[in-house]
């Protein structure tokens, strides 16, 4: 079966860097995309990955390794904004997001 | 650009009326558009997936009599929420995309602000 597995929930400090972990088994892979949704709202895009490596884009930075079937997102200099869900979602060989639960971020002062 | 909207933003309705929410892609067409529903502190769950002038594709355990999706055009789907019960009180998310080809990523989605029902 399809599967991701993120942490439901992680705590982190303002100003510090979180790192939260996304792994997939999917029917054949055509990329990995990050979501972050904040209650109440509509998930937004974050990051897409397809080949192996870092992609950066200002705080946050979204890694793959395609051969360990592993996925993260990186947020440096956290803000109390940043308190949310960050949902990790794999495309599978039909074109399907297969989507994880979530992992609820807690920003502390 | 890739807005999409979703109408109405909430409703309360009685229980054993029907409901319908519309979701429109503004500035672009979509091949494909998805249908969610997310219930509190709960993850998205796909309900169904939807091209335009064919029939949705439901998720195992969502009753399509129940959930009557219709994908009239590449910028339009409806979710018609049938003899609505309390138990279908719950946050809808519409999402499109599109596909390969577009602006943004491929196969990337764009969410519709949500549909917050509650049925009393």
């Known amino acids: 079966g399809q599967n991701i597995d993120q942490p439901t929930e992680m705590t982190a400090t303002e100003g510090a860097i979180v790192q939260i972990n996304c792994t997939y088994q999917?029917?054949?892979?055509?990329?990995l995309f990050w979501y972050q949704q904040h209650a109440g709202e509509a998930p937004t895009f974050l990051s897409y990955n397809v080949l192996d490596g870092l992609e950066e884009k200002g705080r946050f930075s979204s890694f793959l390794s395609r051969s360990k079937g592993y996925s993260y997102l990186l947020l440096k200099e956290l803000q109390m904004k940043d308190s949310a869900s960050y949902l990790c979602?794999?495309?599978?060989?039909?074109?399907?997001?297969?989507w994880g639960a979530g992992t609820k971020l807690i920003i502390k002062p | 650009g890739a807005v999409v909207s979703q109408h109405p933003s909430w409703v309360i309705c009685k229980s054993g009326t029907s409901v319908k929410i519309e979701c429109r892609s503004l500035?672009?067409?979509?091949?494909?558009m998805f249908w969610y529903r997310q219930f509190p502190k709960q993850s998205l769950m796909l309900m169904a997936t939807?091209?335009?002038?064919?029939?949705?594709?439901?998720e195992q355990g969502v009753e399509k009599d129940k959930f009557l999706i219709n994908h009239a055009s590449l910028t339009l789907s409806t979710l018609t929420v049938t003899s609505a019960h309390p138990e279908d009180s719950s946050f809808y998310i519409c999402?499109?995309?599109?596909?390969?080809?577009?602006?943004?990523?491929?196969?990337?989605?764009?969410f519709g602000p949500g549909t917050r029902l509650t049925v009393t």
């Open positions: 999402s499109a995309s599109e596909g390969q080809g577009g602006r943004g990523v491929p196969y990337e989605q764009y």
């Open positions: 979602a794999a495309l599978d060989s039909n074109y399907q997001l297969i």
């Open positions: 999917t029917s054949g892979f055509n990329g």
């Open positions: 500035d672009f067409q979509a091949t494909t």
């Open positions: 939807s091209n335009e002038g064919s029939k949705a594709t439901y």
